[in-house]
């Protein structure tokens, strides 16, 4: 078991991440489809293949940074929609963060609080806008509440886990305000945002890769 | 779902290499998934580039042509395409004079032609943006994405590539762009939903008497649910809510455009047509230049929208101006 992040658990994470979003793509396209246009499952996947592919291409003196920052680029030339410029930077920030070989808790939560704040620059969106950044928000917190309070990286990314998958559950009552969903008013009501369930999905995929 | 694919994956790539087949007068680069005309690039000539999701033939690529766009960027199916993508077609048509990109407001197409701003800029090339949005449906607020870019994205590709073959300069080009949408609104209703092929089903269900009011082009439900009703009721709230919205008083003249979404026969376009002539004509309101037929669709959705765009002398003698392409030809 690791309390680092370097390169080989960087790429961990992202295979584990492309596994989950090739054993759920069709879950987010139901989501996507009952409150946007029903693509978000397969863009994803498409996506997460260009990326597996991509960093295992990558030196074997790459930092971590580079496999996120290399995952992040692959995402905005591969994925298109909103996900891919939004996934796309969170990796690409995060990773130009992480310059050294190994980065501790604090580090990875600084990084992808960089990352959180490329995305909501990006889409304008804030918590309770029936977005991704529901999950991202309370998970990167989770991830620096663990790292203050001084847990393990097994620990806090489990914590942050469960944070980015109570935040997705949240968005079902909520009315969109941001990306497509938002076009449909009150009717996207009752519906859990598919961009929120893939972060949650993301955040779930580090804790399984720490673990493994 | 029914549908003449091969598989749901190589739906882009194979319709391209159709449209590489059926139009020698076009560059069809199929690894960078860009259309553009094949006497690109023109030197000193501003630059028009559209692009967006699949699936809204002809739009974008159908448009591509002496007098409309100078190269499209067809995205997978309702999914923007990506910067690379976007970059590629100013390269491979930039004449230095500047290029303008016509981009309809959905999140994530905003997101990635600005992206694609951003790397051009980086490469010495100037580039505009035209942002359609004349969905009346939406309400244009805080609270949403601000309104959808539908049907008046063929009149400003239309009048501001008239404006570019003619030699304007960039901004000029832009200029009347923008002056289009700002003169144009649309609204739109669906009688059954589009099937997106990866996604292998209906993008919402609908009972056989029963419409969606307030669609737009991707598939989404629209804003309410409501009984189907004979054509003329069913216009007469559509003209309503645009004129609403509009600035449009008696002894104006219109541009009116009736779309079909997809799976609607011209036979039903033509009564729409009529019933809009009517309505328009109670309110005092001119025809001045009409459009019937698939021009902006959304797969196999069956519905129509109405776009409306106030006519002055310029934006006339625009889209008049001849153009050449694979779904719009007259002069």
Not at chain 1, 16 to 41: F, K, P
Not at chain 2, 25 to 49: F, Q, S, Y
Not at chain 2, 53 to 76: I, K, R, T
Not at chain 2, 135 to 152: I, K, L, P, Y
Request: charged share 20%; with cysteine; aromatic share 4%.
């Amino acid at each position: 078991m690791r309390n680092d992040l370097d390169r080989e658990l960087a790429l961990a994470w992202l295979r584990t991440a492309a596994a989950a979003v090739e054993r759920q793509h069709e879950e987010l396209t139901a989501l996507d489809a009952a409150i946007g246009d029903g693509d978000h499952g397969s863009n994803l996947r498409r996506g997460f293949a260009a990326v597996v592919a991509a960093v295992d291409a990558l030196d074997a003196d790459a930092t971590p940074g580079t496999v996120l920052g290399k995952a992040g680029s692959t995402l905005i030339s591969k994925v298109g929609g909103a996900s891919g410029p939004l996934y796309g930077s969170a990796l690409r920030v995060a990773g130009a963060a992480l310059p050294a070989p190994t980065a501790d808790l604090t580090a990875l939560a600084e990084a992808l609080r960089a990352g959180l704040g490329a995305v909501q620059k990006l889409g304008g969106a804030a918590v309770g806008d029936k977005t991704m950044i529901d999950a991202f928000e309370p998970a990167v917190a989770a991830l620096e509440r663990a790292a203050f309070d001084g847990f393990t990286l097994r620990e806090a990314s489990a914590l942050a886990a469960e944070a980015a998958e109570a935040g997705a559950r949240a968005t079902i009552p909520l009315q969109a305000r941001k990306g497509r969903a938002s076009y449909l008013g009150p009717r996207s009501v009752g519906h859990q945002d598919p961009g929120a369930t893939s972060t949650a999905l993301l955040f779930r995929a580090l804790a399984e890769a720490v673990t493994a | 779902m029914k549908k003449l694919i091969n598989t749901p994956e190589s739906v882009l790539d194979d319709a391209l290499a159709g449209i590489a087949a059926a139009h020698p007068e076009l560059t069809v680069d199929r690894e960078n998934r860009v259309i553009h005309r094949a006497d690109a690039p023109r030197p000193g000539k501003v630059t028009l580039i559209s692009g967006g999701g699949s699936g809204h033939e002809p739009l974008h690529g159908g448009f591509v042509g002496p007098g409309m766009l100078d190269a499209a960027c067809p995205g997978e199916v309702f999914t923007s395409p990506v910067p690379d993508q976007l970059l590629a077609a100013v390269r491979a048509t930039d004449g230095g004079a500047g290029v303008v990109f016509v981009v309809k407001n959905y999140t994530g197409d905003v997101m990635n032609f600005s992206l694609a701003a951003e790397l051009a800029a980086e490469e010495g090339i100037e580039v505009r943006t035209v942002l359609v949005n004349d969905d009346v449906a939406v309400e244009d607020s805080t609270f949403t994405a601000g309104r959808r870019g539908t049907g008046a994205t063929v009149v400003v590709e239309k009048v501001a590539g008239a404006l570019a073959e003619r030699g304007a300069k960039a901004a000029e080009v832009a200029s009347v762009g923008e002056r289009a949408v700002a003169a144009s609104r649309s609204f739109a209703v669906a009688l059954t939903a589009a099937t997106v092929p990866a996604a292998g089903r209906p993008g919402f269900d609908l009972p056989e008497d029963e419409i969606e009011v307030g669609v737009g082009i991707h598939g989404e439900p629209g804003r309410r649910r409501a009984p189907l009703r004979p054509a003329r009721e069913l216009v007469a709230e559509v003209v309503d809510t645009i004129l609403a919205d509009h600035t449009l008083s008696a002894g104006d003249e219109v541009i009116a455009l009736v779309n079909g979404l997809g799976a609607t026969p011209l036979l039903e376009l033509y009564i729409v047509y009529g019933e809009v002539a009517a309505r328009l004509a109670e309110r005092g309101l001119t025809i001045a230049r009409n459009l019937v037929g698939n021009y902006v669709t959304s797969l196999d959705m069956a519905g129509f929208s109405l776009t409306l765009t106030k006519a002055d002398p310029e934006l006339l003698e625009l889209w008049d101006a001849p153009v050449h392409t694979a779904a719009l030809r007259r002069g």
